[in-house]
C-alpha cells in the first residue's frame, strides 16, 4: 500500500499503515517525535506500529547530532538470526517433543543463565568474540557483575523472544531465534535513559521519554560507547544460541549441513546517510531493509514468518517492520485469552501450551500477512516459513 503523510510540528510524519488502525495514543507519541528539533526530514513508521516507551515501536527517526535513549529501547540490539539447513520434513520424526526439550536443556530460557560462560567452549571464532566483547565491557557503565554478563551470552530471555524450527513451501527446515543484550542491555538502556531525563536541554520537551543525548558531548560519547558494545553484545548472543542450536540439530542428524546464517538487529542506532546527510538513524522495531539486504520478519508463535529482501525505498530510510507487531498489550491479553484459545492457535506447534504464555497467543499480534502487503514496496520475500517448533522463556 502507498504510505500516508501526516503533518508533524516540525517535520511529517510517513505511515505504512492503515490509519483507522492506528491507535490515536500511538498517533499522539509520533507527533511528539516529530516535534523534536533535532529530527531530520520525516519519521518513517511501519504498518506494525504500536504504543511503546517515548518513541512508538515501529518507528524510524534520523536524528541531526542527537540520540534519544528511549527511542532505542532497553532491549539495545534485540534482533534475529535464522539459517537454512539440508533437512526436510521427511527427516524430521512425527513426534518433536524431545527435540524441544533437548533445545530448551541446551540454551537458558527466561531468567536462566549457563553455569560457566559457554562462548569459552565455543570453536576458536567464536571464543575470540566472547573473549573481546569481555575485555571491553569493562569500560561501560554497566554494574552488573561480570561473571553475569559472560554466561548470559548465548541464553534467550523472556517475553517474546523464541527459538523456532520451521519449514518453508518446499518443506526444507530452518532454524531461526530472536533475542537481545539481555539483562546487561537493559541496565545500560535504564542507565543512560535517566541521565538524559535530567539534562537541560530537555527539560521543554513534551514528552521527557524523547529526552536525548547531543553530539559533542561527555554523555553522548559515553552512551554511543556503551550502546554500540550492547549492540554487539546482542548480536553475538544470537550467534552463539545458533551454534548451541546447531549442535543439537547434529545430535539428531548427524549428517545436517547448514546455510550462511542471516542475522539483523531490530533495536538499535546506526550512522548512515538519507537525503544527502549524514544522521543518527534509530529503528525501534525495524530493521533496515536496503537494495537486496536480507532480513527476518516474523509473525507470531502459530503463524508465518517471512526471510525478505529489501528494496531500498529511501522514503522508510531504507527500513521495514520488525514483525507483526502487537495487537493488545500483555495485561489485556491475559484477561481476553484463555489456555484453551492458546492450544487452539497453536495447534500443530510443539511448544509451551501453559499460563506463562498466554500473553503471546498468536491473536495478541496483528496479522503478519496483512503486515506484508502493507509493505510491498519496502521488502519482497524470498522465502516463507511456518514454525513446528517452538521454545519460549
Not at 200 to 212: M, P, Q, S, T
Request: proline share 4%; glycine share 8%; charged share 25%.
Amino acid at each position: 500500500m502507498p504510505s500516508i503523510t501526516i503533518k508533524g510540528r516540525n517535520v511529517p510524519i510517513q505511515l505504512w499503515a492503515p490509519i483507522e488502525e492506528v491507535d490515536t495514543q500511538v498517533i499522539t507519541q509520533l507527533k511528539n517525535v516529530a516535534a523534536l528539533p533535532w529530527v531530520a526530514h520525516h519519521v518513517a513508521v511501519m504498518p506494525d506500529v504500536h504504543l511503546g516507551k517515548g518513541a512508538t515501536v515501529g518507528s524510524v527517526i534520523a536524528m541531526h547530532g542527537a540520540v534519544a535513549p528511549a527511542a532505542v529501547g532497553v532491549d539495545i540490539g534485540c534482533g534475529m538470526a535464522a539459517v537454512k539447513t539440508s533437512l526436510t520434513s521427511k527427516d524430521l520424526p512425527d513426534d518433536l517433543r524431545r527435540v524441544r526439550l533437548e533445545i530448551e536443556n541446551a540454551i537458558p530460557v527466561g531468567r536462566m543463565s549457563h553455569d560457566t560462560a559457554a562462548w569459552q567452549h565455543a570453536p576458536d571464532q567464536l571464543r575470540d568474540a566472547g573473549q573481546a566483547l569481555m575485555d571491553r565491557y569493562a569500560t561501560t557503565d554497566a554494574p552488573v557483575h561480570t561473571g553475569t554478563v559472560a554466561c548470559q551470552m548465548g541464553t534467550l530471555g523472556g517475553g517474546n523472544h523464541f527459538i523456532e524450527i520451521c519449514l518453508d513451501t518446499a518443506d526444507t527446515v530452518w532454524l531461526m531465534l530472536h533475542s537481545g543484550s539481555r539483562n546487561v542491555g537493559k541496565v545500560l538502556a535504564e542507565h543512560h535513559i535517566g541521565i538524559a531525563r535530567r539534562l537541560k536541554h530537555n527539560e521543554a520537551l513534551d514528552d521527557r521519554d524523547l529526552a536525548v543525548f547531543l553530539a559533542g558531548t561527555k554523555v553522548f560519547d559515553a552512551y554511543r560507547r556503551d550502546l554500540y558494545w550492547a549492540q554487539e553484545y546482542a548480536r553475538f548472543n544470537r550467534q552463539m544460541m545458533l551454534h548451541l542450536l546447531e549442535d543439537v540439530i547434529r545430535k539428531f542428524w548427524p549428517r545436517v549441513t547448514f546455510a550462511e546464517p542471516i542475522s539483523c538487529h531490530h533495536n538499535y542506532v546506526a550512522e548512515e546517510v538519507h537525503f544527502g546527510e549524514e544522521v543518527l538513524v534509530t529503528r525501534k522495531g525495524a530493521i533496515r531493509a536496503g537494495h537486496r539486504e536480507l532480513g527476518i520478519i516474523p509473525g507470531s508463535m502459530g503463524t508465518k514468518s517471512y526471510i525478505v529482501s529489501g528494496l531500498g525505498n529511501p522514503n522508510s530510510f531504507q527500513s521495514a517492520s520488525h514483525g507483526a507487531g502487537r495487537r493488545m498489550s500483555r495485561t489485556e491479553a491475559r484477561k481476553r485469552f484463555t489456555l484453551r484459545d492458546l492450544k487452539d492457535q497453536t495447534a500443530g506447534v510443539e511448544c509451551r501450551k501453559d499460563s506463562g504464555v498466554i500473553d503471546e497467543t498468536p491473536k495478541a499480534y496483528k496479522n503478519i500477512d496483512s503486515v506484508m502487503k502493507q509493505q510491498q514496496d519496502l521488502v519482497e520475500i524470498v522465502a516463507e516459513l511456518k514454525q513446528i517448533v517452538c521454545v519460549k522463556g
